[in-house]
């Protein structure tokens, strides 16, 4: 397949395209908004964040000043009367919701809390969209946990079983829920939104800070000159890096934003097959990357919660009627991810901010290498 040919050639990434737009980013606090809210600035867009307060210290949105470029707003999207307000007043044109409780193992501490903010909040963004009619393209960001795991060793398609045995997945499935009938109920007509919702694998990168998430504990230990703890080393993950869903997110939205109805439903941005690899294959390139340091198993894991063995995702839709792919190797993801850690320690906002720049501008590069259509100068 040749991914060069397209209708609209390159423009996701061009300023031609975002420039000027204005995109509601929730959950632009957290990691992967973030570095979102960054990307799009650079693009051009008119930015407006809609999140809580970063709930790490340090965390990505500080570090590298997030909210430097963009109108930034603390909010709960629980909230609907706020949350209607703000579309309401700044009137965007595209929506990007990514504002979840989003770890596994919080969900089981708090399961009320993440249904709250992962079900109703994504029901309060979608009805804010529904009175708002400057949006014309909406993604609603979910996750590759919203399948049905079936310890299955092939990887999931877009039309595969929803599920999820804890509250985190299964919240995630009930947004995949919540979306699709939103979108046969009121987004189906003409001149109606374009909704999509979009399926990503396990992401890393540089400036999370989370806990209980594989990368940021491995920093954190591996800054101590302590060893890794590897809860579950043999668990096989859809790995990639922050840039590549992102790139797909945009993309998808400039082309839902052309073909409204033709580009409206579910997507999967995994990594290469051969990229899902189980943690300890993972560790031992964060390791070999740090230049130093160790990981092992945890001595005693009974006790510990469910976690599924084997997820991957199938990325043929994407690849097919996208023309996008990944760009970088897992190997590349781990090097740009621990560049990242190093490069950010002790450093400036300012230092930070253009590290952040140049990680994309490097991305994109090797994006345009391969002939990724969205990439295309
Ligand atoms: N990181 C991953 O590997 C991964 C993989 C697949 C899907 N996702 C999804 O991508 C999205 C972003 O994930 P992340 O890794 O950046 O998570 P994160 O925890 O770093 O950020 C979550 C964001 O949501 C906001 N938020 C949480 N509850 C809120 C509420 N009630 N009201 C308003 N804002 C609220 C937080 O303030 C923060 O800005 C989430 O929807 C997550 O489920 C993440």
Redesign the pocket.
Known sequence: MDFRQGPVEGVAMKSAFWSGKTVLV????????GWLSLWLQRLGAEVVG???P??TEPSLFEKADVARNMTSLF????DLPQLQTVLERHRPQVVFH??????VRQSYDAPVDTYA?NVM?TVNLLESVRHTPSVRVCQV????KCYENREWDYPYREVDRLGGRDPYSSS?ACAELVAAAYRDSFFAGAGAPSLATVR????IGGG?W?QDRLIPDCIRALARNEPVIARNPAAVRPWQHVLEPLSGYLWLAARQWQEPGRFAGAWNFGPAASDAIPVGALLDQVVAAWGGGSWRPLADSAGEPHEAGLLKLDISKAAARLGWRPTYTVAQAVEQTVAWYRQARQASVDDIRAVCHRQIDDYVAAAQRWGASWAQP
């Open positions: 929730t959950g632009h606090t957290g990691f992967k908004g809609y999140a809580l970063p709930g909010g709960d999207i629980r990514l504002a979840a409780q989003a770890l903010s909040g960001i979910t996750s590759d995630k990503a694998g396990n992401v999370d989370s």
